[in-house]
């Protein structure tokens, strides 16, 4: 179910496309014009709103979701894994950003799954809870895979979390993203 959240808009998906431009562009100014980005939406169900598209392009533009239900982590993180399985590991290293306004009582099967089948390409797995939901789930599912769980209680925090992730990025990175 999507909750809202206080953010710098009146609309917290306004405030996510305006953090992933921010991320985008932070990218780009930091020359990593080579990077490749994947974004899967999901609610219910998951869908892949674009795979590797160059980060030149405007992936914010990618992020219409017209369905609104329950929140599953489980189909979303297996899509990732199959998103994930079509990279070219020899160009590029993996970053997974999972990211959530709703809580979920699934997903550690799949996120168990997603780190033992790519823990030899040292993915960098984090997990992002913004508003007041998800915080518990997502902590959980970082720690299974290794990774890592920041919270962003409004756009201004999720921008904030993105410019701190970009520039932890320090290699070319496929990134698999979510609303």
């Known amino acids: 179910m999507r909750r809202g959240f206080l953010g710098n808009t009146a609309d917290p998906w306004k405030d996510l496309c305006l953090a992933v431009k921010q991320l985008q562009n932070a990218r780009l ?15 219910h169900k998951a869908r892949i709103a674009c ?5 030149i392009h405007d992936v914010a533009q990618v992020l219409h979701n017209d369905e609104w239900g329950g929140t599953y982590f489980g189909p979303a993180i297996t899509m990732a ?8 590991f020899n160009q590029y290293r993996v970053a997974f950003l ?8 699934d997903g550690e099967e799949a ?3 997603l780190h033992s089948r790519f823990e030899e390409h040292s993915p960098v797995i984090i997990t992002i809870g913004f508003g007041k939901f998800a915080m518990i789930k ?12 920041h919270r962003s209680v ?3 925090a999720l921008a904030n979390t993105f410019r701190e992730i970009a520039s932890s990025l320090s290699t070319r990175v496929a ?4 609303r």
Do not use: K, N, P
């Not at 100014?29 to 609610?43: A, L, M, R, T």
């Not at 894994?81 to 070219?88: G, L, Y």
């Not at 990134?175 to 979510?178: H, S």
């Open 154 to 156: 409004d756009g201004v």
């Open 138 to 149: 997502l902590q959980q599912l970082a720690a299974l895979a290794g990774g890592t769980f």
């Open 51 to 55: 795979e590797q598209r160059s980060i």
């Open 111 to 113: 996120m168990t799954l």
């Open 81 to 88: 894994s199959e998103v994930i399985s079509r990279t070219d």
């Open 98 to 105: 999972m990211m959530s306004d709703g809580e979920s009582d």
């Open 175 to 178: 990134a698999v993203a979510r």
């Open 29 to 43: 100014h930091g020359d990593y014009h080579s990077d490749v980005v994947s974004v899967i939406i999901y609610h």
